[in-house]
């Protein structure tokens, strides 16, 4: 497996530890799974199809959008 060192701001890397912390995570499978989220979102972008990507919780009543994703690629 190959690695890649990289330079983090403060600010993200204290976000990467709190996430990690609150999931019981090592901070490279928070990494990972960011990338894997990343494949799916270039995936759908690939398609221009004009449809949006969004976040959806799944209650008892069913699938609730929450949030719109914007802002990913340019």
């Known amino acids: 497996m190959r690695s890649l060192p990289i330079r983090l701001s403060n600010e993200i890397d204290d976000s990467l530890n709190d996430i990690a912390r609150r999931h019981w995570m090592a901070k490279t499978d928070v ?3 960011a990338f894997s ?3 799916i ?3 759908e ?3 221009q199809d004009g449809s949006r990507l969004g976040i959806v919780r799944e209650s008892e ?3 609730e959008a929450v949030a719109v994703v914007v802002g ?3």
Do not use: V
């Open 31 to 33: 990494i990972r799974l």
């Open 37 to 39: 989220l990343m494949t």
């Open 41 to 43: 979102a270039d995936r």
């Open 45 to 47: 972008w690939m398609k």
């Open 61 to 63: 009543e069913g699938l």
């Open 72 to 74: 990913i690629f340019p």
